[in-house]
Structures are given as C-alpha cells and as structure tokens.
C-alpha cells in the first residue's frame, strides 16, 4: 500500500486539540456572560453558567488524564467560577409546612404549542388561588372559559402576538391596572388582591426575548421600568417569564431597584425551559417577592405541552408567616 494512503487511513483524531479549543469556548463564554451589561450580545452568554461548569470540569478531567495539569488547572478556574456565580441556587432548604399558607401558579403556556386541557386539569389539581397565564390569546380565552367558575376574579388581557396576559384569582381584586412598561410596548398586569390576610400586589409581566439589540433593549428597560411599579410598603408577588436567570446582570439590578426576592434563591435551582432540550435548560420563570411575604416551597409542574414548565410557589403574608 503507498505511505500516503497508509497514513490516511491511520489517522486519529487530534483529542488534545479538540478538548483544548472546547475548553477555550468555555472559557470565552463564561467571559462574555458577565459583559452583559455593556453589549446585548455578551448577555445572551450569562445564563448558561451550569452548562459551561458541567463541560469544564469534563475537560479538566480530561486535561488530567493527558496529563496536562497545567490546562486542567485552569478548566477547573473556569468551573468553579461558574459554580460560584449560580451557588445560590445550587443548595436550598426543604419546603416550610404551613397549613395556612396559599399558593400562586404561573405558566407560559405557549400561544402555538400548549394544551388548554393540561393546563385546566392542572389547575384543578394544584387548586391554587392565584394564576397567572402568559401568551394567552383570543383563542386560548375560549378554550379557558371553564375556569371561571372556579375563579370569579380575573383580569384578562388577550393578544394575537405572544404577549397576552390573564390573572385569575379566587379572591376579590382591590384593584387592576393595564400598564405598558419599558419602551416594548408589552402589557403588564397589576393587580391588589384582597386575601384573607390583607391586600397582595400582583405584578403579571413578561418582557420580550432578548434576540437581538433592539428586542434585548426592550426587555431591559422593562426589567428596569418595572421597580418604579412595585409599592415598597405593599405585599407583593411579580410572577413572570422575565426571559432571563437570577445570575445575569439585568435580572439582579431590578431584585436591588425593587427591593424584591427571588423565590427561587431559598430552594434548589428548577429549571422551567426549554421542556424539549434538557441540555439547555435554564430558570426563566420567575416569582419575585417583597420581603415581608415569605415562601414556604418553590416547585415546578408537569409539562402542559408547553415550552415552559409551570411554576408552582407556596407563600404566607407578614401576618402569618410566623404561625
């Protein structure tokens, strides 16, 4: 056989180089991630900050096997800054029992792709007295008239795009505001729900995706807009898909300009998207608090067919946190 046809079909493939460039990318990306607050672009890389540990200390045991402790030193760095950025949501507590306490479900239900029926039927089971549905539309309304009956209290506001809204709610409404928030020309509800424990503000909203400098700038700015909307001296609970995680810049400057929790940071991290690519999933649906609401369990539900699991939180006001 000649030399060259020989070496041709001896070749093997470059498993140095190829776990060294992998291990670049990750490292790139987890750079980009928190430059996010300068360019839209960086800020699609900060918030897939498990994927790049998961793939970095992949590469660093690699590094280790070929015997490159120099490189699987520096794939263990970029682990372990991952690691520490998301650790909030890496450890939690159990669910606190409270008999008294409520519950509130939020759920992307996706205009296009899920099931009115699932979602119904998971109301019916979960029972909760608050829920809030995103990119409900005309058609979707129709198909939920059944829950009316189990909930007298609702404000509806349907739209031919993927920005509608609805609360129901078994609780009377104090008050219930259409706001149009950030420059996004998207709707927010706000309502005040008389509970049996007082009044709760409940802030529905879900900003645009961030997929590209103009769409990213509208979300942002509603993301920002919206701690002007939240009452300081009020019980509050904003439920949304914000279309971004509590580790990226955008998120964690409105928690500071509202004075608002993260449900999510006192329990394990759940990823709600996407339901079809575990590989990529990530928390974008959110449940933000006032401090003086505390949450006893934070959950997510089975598929409805959705892109977007449902979002399940158990909450208590000030006064009865503590019984």
């Keep these: 056989m000649h030399p060259h046809i020989r070496n041709y079909f001896t070749l093997r493939p470059d498993y140095l180089g190829i776990t060294i460039r992998l291990g670049a990318l990750a490292a790139i990306f987890t750079l980009l991630g928190f430059l996010g607050r300068y360019h839209w672009f960086c800020d699609l890389f900060s918030?897939?900050?498990?994927?790049?540990?998961?793939?970095?200390?992949?590469?660093?045991?690699?590094?280790?096997?070929?015997?490159?402790?120099?490189?699987?030193?520096?794939?263990?760095?970029?682990?372990?800054?991952?690691?520490?950025?998301?650790?909030?949501?890496?450890?939690?507590?159990?669910?606190?029992?409270?008999?008294?306490?409520?519950?509130?479900?939020?759920?992307?239900?996706?205009?296009?792709?899920?099931?009115?029926?699932?979602?119904?039927?998971?109301?019916?089971?979960?029972?909760?007295?608050?829920?809030?549905?995103?990119?409900?539309?005309?058609?979707?309304?129709?198909q939920l008239q059944p829950l009316k009956a189990l909930y007298p209290h609702h404000l509806l506001k349907p739209r031919s795009d993927n920005f509608g809204l609805t609360v129901y709610s078994r609780w009377p409404l104090i008050s219930e505001h259409v706001r149009y928030i950030g420059l996004g020309g998207i709707p927010s509800l706000l309502v005040t729900v008389e509970t049996p424990d007082g009044p709760l503000d409940v802030i529905a909203t879900h900003p645009v995706p961030p997929s590209g400098p103009s769409m990213s700038e509208d979300r942002d700015s509603q993301l920002y807009d919206l701690a002007d909307h939240v009452n300081p001296e009020a019980n509050t609970l904003l439920l949304g898909d914000l279309n971004t995680t509590p580790w990226n810049y955008h998120f964690r400057r409105l928690c500071q300009r509202a004075n608002l929790v993260d449900s999510a940071s006192a329990f394990r991290l759940q990823a709600t998207w996407p339901t079809q690519l575990p590989i990529l999933w990530i928390p974008l649906d959110h449940c933000l608090h006032s401090p003086n609401v505390q949450i006893h369990s934070h959950r997510t539900g089975p598929s409805v067919d959705s892109d977007h699991y449902p979002l399940i939180v158990n909450f208590s006001l000030a006064s009865t946190a503590g019984e």
């Design 47 to 142: 918030h897939f900050r498990l994927q790049y540990a998961v793939v970095s200390i992949l590469i660093a045991i690699a590094l280790w096997m070929m015997r490159r402790p120099v490189l699987a030193l520096l794939a263990s760095a970029v682990m372990l800054t991952n690691i520490i950025t998301v650790a909030p949501h890496l450890t939690g507590r159990s669910p606190v029992p409270n008999h008294d306490s409520h519950k509130a479900l939020l759920i992307n239900v996706n205009t296009n792709l899920g099931s009115p029926t699932k979602v119904i039927e998971l109301i019916k089971q979960e029972q909760p007295d608050i829920v809030v549905l995103e990119e409900t539309d005309y058609g979707w309304l129709d």
